[in-house]
């Protein structure tokens, strides 16, 4: 696909009215994806990954420019009359509507989901919030550690005997931001069927929640607390990291075949056939045993050696990267998984490609991430405002500077 070339949701409009990281991620993936995405934020009050530096990049916070790519952003002030006319005349042309604000604020701007109906029948608005739209905690106020740490995420991460740990990332912002993505779509596709758009409540607890997964179900049916197991696996062994005579290797065995080649790479046959770890549910139950007897294999081998064998075998297993080593596997070279994008006054940006690996309509970052206010007039100049109109509102204080 050249740059020219349509995406999935070319003629797509998107009003992005959130900040921070789950809403502009949703958004930008949606611009990844074809969609003209415009970002809103106040005069007086930029996204505030803006200012989340250092690390940045040419004056630009890497944190911004990650969730804010393939986007135009424009300033508005909400608290006006005129900013907020400038919102409805843009939900009039807007498929979707993003906003995470507190609970009641957009009701209370007289912008909530029956007003913007009456706007635009078609139009889909996604609210994200750290509790929902429903519930006693809806008006509270949400950030990612809060939902790692209150859904028991920490408390079941690290290793056993140390403090739980949050992920390195915004793991809840992540799931919430791909959540409300899944239910943009599911939208805009059933409005091709009811002609009708409809309101998506995606919160970081429910999101959070459902990235749980087996150990919720775990918990639910069993009322057993899921121990911290570190890099070992709940419910498969061997499932974890494991020292070479040079380093470090994962190997992820998913079923007693591959545990059975996993043992010939070592020359141990009988192992497979011991009982107490033939099969995965005796693998779990000793546990303790079987690994303390693999870490003695695998500690003579050199890494590369030892991964090269466990390749040839068909044994699931690889290297335990740094984020330098990531980057220099020729895989991630081979999957395009690095785009660099041109900004008009600063150099070059390294991103990463939404890995959605449409084959008909490819993603493409279609912008760097956007200067503050840097397409208020062209989008204004779009809806009809002449230059006339446009300078009053500046001088009214409802959209940005030049």
Not at 157 to 172: F, R, S, V
Not at 268 to 273: D, G, I, T
Request: hydrophobic share 40%; charged share 20%; proline share 7%.
């Amino acid at each position: 696909m050249t740059s020219q070339s349509p995406g999935a949701l070319t003629g797509v409009r998107v009003l992005d009215l959130s900040r921070v990281v789950a809403g502009p991620l949703c958004a930008s993936l949606l611009g990844d994806l074809g969609a003209d995405v415009i970002k809103v934020e106040g005069p007086l009050n930029p996204d505030e990954t803006r200012s989340w530096h250092p690390p940045e990049v040419s004056g630009i916070g890497v944190y911004f420019a990650t969730v804010n790519r393939s986007k135009r952003a424009i300033s508005v002030d909400l608290k006006t009359e005129s900013g907020r006319e400038i919102i409805r005349n843009l939900v009039r042309t807007s498929d979707v509507v993003i906003e995470n604000f507190t609970t009641g604020t957009l009701e209370r701007l007289g912008l909530d989901y029956p007003e913007l109906r009456r706007i635009n029948p078609r139009v889909i608005l996604c609210s994200i919030t750290g509790f929902g739209q429903t519930g006693p905690a809806r008006a509270e106020p949400g950030y990612d550690f809060i939902a790692q740490a209150m859904t028991g995420f920490v408390a079941m991460n690290g290793a056993p005997g140390d403090e739980g740990t949050k992920a390195p990332i915004a793991l809840a912002d992540l799931q919430t931001g791909l959540h409300a993505l899944i239910s943009v779509l599911a939208a805009l596709q059933a409005r091709n069927q009811t002609g009708e758009g409809q309101h998506c409540d995606i919160s970081l607890l429910d999101s959070m929640t459902f990235s749980l997964l087996n150990l919720a179900t775990t918990f639910l049916n069993t009322g057993d607390v899921p121990p911290r197991y570190g890099n070992q696996h709940q419910t498969l062994v061997p499932y974890q990291n494991f020292a070479t005579h040079d380093g470090e290797i994962v190997i992820a065995v998913g079923n007693d075949a591959q545990f059975a080649r996993l043992c010939e790479v070592l020359e141990r046959p009988e192992l497979a056939v011991n009982d107490r770890f033939r099969t995965a549910s005796a693998r779990i139950r000793n546990r303790e045993d079987l690994i303390s007897l693999l870490q003695a294999e695998l500690r003579v081998w050199h890494t590369a050696k030892l991964l090269e064998q466990l390749r040839q075998a068909r044994v699931p297993s690889g290297p335990l990267n740094s984020i330098e080593d990531l980057f220099a596997e020729p895989q991630v070279a081979a999957r395009d998984l690095v785009r660099t994008v041109e900004q008009p006054s600063a150099p070059p940006l390294k991103l990463i490609a939404a890995p959605f690996g449409l084959s008909g309509t490819p993603t493409r970052i279609s912008l760097a991430p956007p200067m503050f206010s840097e397409h208020t007039d062209a989008v204004l100049e779009e809806l009809g405002y002449d230059p006339g109109r446009r300078a009053r509102l500046r001088a009214e204080g409802a959209i940005g500077p030049l």
